[in-house]
């Protein structure tokens, strides 16, 4: 049985004041044992959100794959574990677009995130062209196949299904469509990885809100949400815990 995910993630977005809204998902956290709850956080306040909600497990947004060195700006998964965070999310859509990051960076900052210690959320989803040409599956095997470490385990490792053009946006996928992918995924897992591959969660991510989480939490494959927007406020996110317990 995988365990429900519900993961936020800020991107570039917070502050100190901001973290008061830990309190509210750390109290959600801990009404709702059945779930598992995190919050990736800007670098800057991985410390103080530690700090503040000890309970909670904290994450980073990105890591470098080497371990230290002449790497100007970035930051290894040592530190970000030293600062307080269980995890990291690799190779969001963002990032790779952004920062151009490659299947085999994102496949390497896996591996790092891993022998430091970290659990690894890596993100996969097509672009609309992608889509509209009727490639999203394929796309987005080709993406897992390239980043996805050999030795996972879904100990230590979550993939996170994230069409770009769901990201921020108010479009959803249908139920269906979803269901087609992270059963893809599932499929290519389990022939990579073997029975590994049934154990490791595959979250939805792109405009999940309280009102269509439960929604995609029915799906068969759906073991939990990467949350952008809604994860801002515990007003917007704790809904979204409370339909993974089923509520
Ligand atoms: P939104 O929930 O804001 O669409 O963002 C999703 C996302 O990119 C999470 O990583």
Redesign the pocket.
Known sequence: MRRKLV???W?MNGSLAALAELDGIAAAAAAYPGVDVAV?VPATLIAPAHARAPGLAIGAEDIHPAPSGAHTGCLSAAMVAEAGATFT?VG???RRIEQRESGQDVWAKAEAGHRGGLGVIL?LGETDVERASGRAERVVSSQLERALPGDATGDWLTI?Y?PRW?????LTPTPGDVQAIHGAVRAKMVDLLGDAGHAIRILY?????GENAARMFALPDVDG???????LTAAKFVPIIAAAAGL
């Open positions: 993961a936020g993630n991107k990736a999310i969001h859509s963002e993100c996170a994230e769901a990201i921020g946006t108010g991510g792109g405009s999940v809100t949400a990467l949350v952008g927007g809604a994860s």
